[in-house]
């Protein structure tokens, strides 16, 4: 008797790559590791034999499978690699959709197309998702973000989904506690445009009273460009240190952009981004900061080759 034919073609195949590519960032906090997490994820899938792939009942199932092992494999070499990384890592920030097809100058909007911005990958969020253990973090986004089974979980991470349950409850006690309160960033916006018209106006009065007197301030310069090593702490030195590089950085232009799906600040030196910075806020004010310098994390916003542009952040706190 002739073998039937399975229940899927290559369109069907290839139409799994927005989820993986969606899983795979949220895991990784990078879209070059997710990318390429996820392509190592087909070669595999094309490098089975034709009988083989015809076995496969689900095709996205074993796909998510190998794509969450392969994102298990990443996150614990990059522990290793972190600690060898000069100065803060932080996830690279995603723009908005629109500016990054436009950014791109390309008209093309793959990947860009394929990220699905919501409070998932926000900065917040996923700089809490940096503090979890690799399985930890698989258990939680495969099953909170992107609701797959313990079942299918235990799959991935190679233990039982009573454990993966255990990991995920871990998971999720770690981001209830890094939470800011129901309706608290509900003003980011607005203090987002002050913080930027204060800098603007070189006004650190006013910038002191827009930002939290326990804020910090986290920059991530990759060793590549100038920036700080060690989070500032507290609104008066965040104040004292931005008001500084004003001084020290002329022609630079902030402009209000949609950070990783919230609204946040993007620093521009003749039309080349060099820096990108979220927020988080509370009670109108601002209580942490996330500055990205390292160019290799800007390649989606600017056109062309980045540039680390003008020294943002020379100035000492």
């Not at 803060?88 to 699905?116: F, K, M, N, S």
């Not at 521009?268 to 109108?284: C, K, R």
Request: net charge neutral; aromatic share 6%; charged share 25%.
């Amino acid at each position: 008797m002739a073998r039937s034919a399975p229940a899927w073609n290559a369109a069907d195949v290839d139409g799994e790559r927005r989820q993986l590519i969606n899983i795979a960032y949220r895991l990784l906090g990078s879209l070059a590791e997710a990318e390429d997490a996820v392509q190592e994820a087909y070669a595999r899938w094309y490098a089975r034999s034709r009988s083989e792939r015809a076995a496969v009942v689900s095709p996205g199932a074993w796909l998510t499978t190998v794509t969450g092992r392969i994102c298990l494999d990443v996150l614990g070499s990059a522990r290793a690699r972190r600690e060898r990384y000069v100065g803060a890592w932080l996830p690279e920030p995603l723009p908005d959709r629109r500016e990054w097809a436009d950014g791109c100058g390309t008209g093309v909007i793959d990947p860009a197309d394929q990220i699905t911005l919501d409070e998932s990958v926000t900065m917040a969020f996923l700089v809490v998702l940096e503090s979890m253990t690799p399985a930890e973090r698989v258990a939680f986004v495969l099953h909170d973000v992107f609701r797959y089974s313990f079942p299918e979980i235990a799959g991935i991470v190679g233990r039982t989904p009573g454990a993966c349950r255990e990991l995920a409850s871990s998971a999720r006690r770690r981001v209830r506690a890094e939470r800011a309160p129901a309706g608290a960033a509900a003003g980011q916006a607005e203090v987002v445009r002050q913080v930027k018209e204060a800098w603007e106006a070189k006004d650190i009065t006013a910038l002191v009273g827009l930002l939290d007197p326990g804020a910090v301030m986290t920059a991530d310069g990759g060793g590549l460009v100038g920036t700080v090593l060690r989070p500032v702490e507290g609104g008066a030195r965040i104040a004292r240190y931005v008001i500084a590089i004003a001084d020290k950085a002329p022609g630079l232009r902030l402009l209000e952009r949609s950070v990783a799906g919230a609204p946040g600040l993007i620093a521009q030196h003749a039309g080349v981004t060099a820096t990108v910075a979220a927020f988080d806020a509370a009670g109108g004010r601002a209580t942490r900061i996330w500055v990205v310098r390292n160019p290799e994390k800007l390649r989606l916003w600017t056109p062309g080759e980045p540039s680390a542009g003008p020294p943002f952040t020379s100035a000492g706190p």
